[in-house]
């Protein structure tokens, strides 16, 4: 397991009971431009995917959500849209809400949210040295609002 992965799983154990931890790993699977992507099931089915890239300089964290605009109810165009701003903007117990102004600060290397018709990826960039802040904020938000 990569010092990132490694992190990623310690920091998601942080905020899941230990139940949750259990967790059913797949083979490493190295790809022909040489990253490594790992994944693993915990015991509360949350699904970890790792890509391992060889000197980057920085770390993509996305949580996907399976929902999009296939589910927004009929005459409600638009509300998958309003509901990943939500999760991506609004204030946690842990932490406070958050505008585009402050992303384009907070998140220099970048960050988005798109909305397709059946997912929700909700995507914050960390440099080297940020990356336990960015997943402390990404479990704290999974917690908000699962």
């Given at each position: 397991m990569s010092r990132h992965s490694l992190?990623?799983?310690t920091l998601l154990g942080l905020s899941l009971p230990a139940a949750?931890?259990?967790?059913?790993?797949?083979?490493?699977?190295?790809?022909?431009?040489?990253t490594v992507v790992r994944s693993w099931v915990l015991g509360?089915?949350?699904?970890?995917?790792?890509r391992e890239v060889p000197k980057a300089l920085a770390t993509a964290v996305?949580?996907?959500?399976?929902?999009?605009?296939?589910?927004?109810p009929p005459g409600r165009l638009g509300l998958a849209q309003a509901l990943g701003e939500l999760v991506f903007t609004a204030a946690t117990a842990d932490f406070p809400e958050r505008t585009r102004a402050d992303l384009d600060s907070q998140r220099p290397l970048g960050w988005s949210y798109p909305v397709s018709r059946r997912t929700t990826l909700l995507t914050?960039?960390?440099?080297?040295?940020k990356l336990?802040?960015?997943?402390?904020?990404?479990?704290?938000?999974?917690r908000a609002f699962r």
């Open positions: 992190m990623l799983a949750a931890l259990a967790a059913t790993h797949t083979r490493p699977d190295t790809l022909a431009d040489t509360n089915g949350l699904r970890v995917v790792a996305t949580v996907g959500y399976s929902i999009g605009t296939d589910d927004d914050e960039v960390a440099g080297q040295g336990p802040g960015v997943l402390q904020q990404v479990a704290g938000r999974m």
